[in-house]
């Protein structure tokens, strides 16, 4: 029995040795794999009952167990790498945004944050969301070359690895057109002769652009027509002097561009009509009420601008012709309707119209009419040799003398007729004056209804009218009855009223 224990303990000794070898040379090969190769931790030796032999034939109390050692590893996974991009986008508003993005080999958003720089300026720091983040770039962001430069900052830097990269970015200028309408009253349309047209000049750029002003300029060939500054939406409203000839017409749009726009020159066509022209008539300031058998000096002047019109005119009196030819180089015509015969006439013009002006047509009447027998004839001739009123005049009243009378052309033909005036505080007015209105019955609104039979209004409510000759007036002249009516039935609105002198009260 001895020999046979001795026997077993001799083969348990050797199984041992064994199994030490091997783990000891296994170790030793783990070890050279040097720095690259999995970490490898020792674990806790267990027992196990398939790794211990006992002796079959030796008591329980006296058998002895041994273990055999076991060795367990463990190895930490490489943070995994991130690829990142970054670009600058021109938003719909023309302005740029930076937008960058991480992710992982799988193509998995990565987690963490990205900071970016612009030419070295912080735009900022943003957590990524799905793996990408948005920067506004500063507003001044411009063509020319550009460095973009991303830094990603995982949220776990055992998983994830941290990255950096930087992008050129280069921005042109934006390319762009311009167009040119005429803008009139009735919208867009033609432009007459001779008017001030506007123009609005419009820019659109190729790509959506924030600022679009600059110089602008509307040109004939190379003359400048009008020139001006589009605003930042590129708008600009131009006038000028249409003298172009009637028809269409090409001209040449520019615009001068700026700091991120390129220039641009367009075309436009422009249509220009015809415009009217006033036909005046015209008569000398003593024919206004010529007397029967005066020659009436007659002035035609056909009205255009900006230059004078051309053409035929035909004159005629009460339908029978007086003058047909051109307008002169002044735009006027000259001729005489002869020894006018009491009534009253009518002067027609008929203008031909040219190239830039349109037909027309004017009118005038005259009146020659007779004037009524004068009481104070011999009155009238020794005052028509020192006459101090002016030959405009239609009726004069002299404040010092108290008197008044009519005339025409200089000629007095009524009067002079004795007046009362404007009393102390209440003065008649000097100077030149229209008569404005007439009222045969009139009632005075500021003193207590007077009446103010054949009432000439001059000068506010200033008027010749029937009064008192010996009591003073508020300010009105005052004729006897036969006088008021003559000057009532004499004189016509727009009749010059010419008062002067100071009254002896």
């Known amino acids: 029995m001895t020999g046979d224990r001795t026997i077993t303990e001799a083969r348990h000794r050797r199984r041992t040795g064994r199994v030490a070898l091997a783990a000891a040379v296994l170790l030793a090969v783990l070890t050279a794999c040097g720095p690259a190769a999995p970490t490898l931790r020792p674990a806790a030796a267990t027992a196990s009952s398939s790794a211990s032999e006992t002796t079959p034939s030796a008591p329980a109390s006296s058998a002895t167990t041994r273990t055999a050692p076991t060795t367990s590893t463990s190895v930490a996974p490489a943070p995994a790498a991130v690829t990142l991009a970054v670009e600058a986008v021109r938003g719909a508003d023309g302005f740029f945004t930076v937008q960058g993005a991480a992710t992982l080999a799988t ?45 990603f900052t995982p949220t776990d830097a055992a998983l994830t690895a941290a990255a950096e990269t930087s992008t050129p970015v280069s921005i042109a200028k934006a390319g762009a057109a311009v167009s040119g309408t005429a803008v009139t009253a009735s919208g867009v349309g033609t432009v007459r002769y001779g008017d001030t047209a506007t123009v609005r000049i419009a820019v659109q750029p190729s790509v959506p652009t924030p600022d679009l002003s600059g110089p602008v300029a509307l040109l004939d060939g190379e003359t400048v027509l009008a020139q001006g500054t589009a605003d930042a939406t590129g708008v600009a409203d131009l006038r000028y002097l249409n003298r172009a000839d009637p028809g269409a017409h090409d001209y040449r749009v520019t615009y001068a561009g700026n700091a991120a726009v390129d220039p641009a020159e367009g075309a436009m066509t422009l249509q220009s009509a015809q ?3 006033d036909v005046a008539i015209s008569l000398p ?7 029967p058998g005066t020659d009436i000096p007659v002035v035609v002047s056909v009205i255009g601008t900006p230059d004078t019109p051309t053409g035929q005119v035909v004159v005629t009196a009460d339908g029978t012709q007086l003058l047909a030819g051109p307008v002169g180089p002044d735009g006027t015509v000259r001729t005489t309707l002869p020894a006018v015969s009491e009534g009253t006439h009518t002067i027609a013009v008929t203008y031909s119209g ?4 349109q037909p027309g047509q004017g009118e005038k009447t ?24 002016p030959a405009s005049a239609s009726a004069c009243v002299d404040l010092s003398s108290q008197q008044a009378w009519l005339q025409s052309n200089g000629v007095i033909t009524y009067g002079p007729v004795p007046i009362t005036s404007g009393r102390a505080g209440y003065r008649t007015g000097t100077g030149t004056f229209d008569v404005y209105w007439l009222d045969k019955n009139h009632k005075s609104s500021i003193f207590n209804n007077a009446p103010m039979p054949n009432s000439v209004f001059f000068d506010g409510g200033i008027a010749f009218h029937q009064g008192s000759l010996s009591d003073q007036s508020h300010g009105c002249i005052h004729l006897s009855g036969a006088a008021s009516e003559t000057f009532f039935d004499t004189l016509s609105v727009g009749d010059d009223v010419v008062v002067w002198g100071a009254p002896p009260y």
């Open 285 to 291: 300031e003593t024919s206004t009420k010529p007397l």
């Open 366 to 389: 005259v009146t020659a009419t007779t004037p009524p027998v004068n009481p104070a004839a011999g009155a009238a001739a020794g005052l028509q040799a020192a006459n101090p009123c």
């Open 275 to 277: 415009t009217n022209v």
């Open 107 to 151: 193509g998995a958003p990565a987690e963490g944050t990205l900071t970016v720089d612009l030419d070295a300026t912080p735009l900022g720091a943003q957590p990524l969301a799905g793996g990408r983040a948005a920067f506004a770039a500063p507003a001044g962001l411009g063509p020319g070359e550009h460095v973009l430069t991303a830094r």
């Open 354 to 357: 040219d190239t830039r002006f």
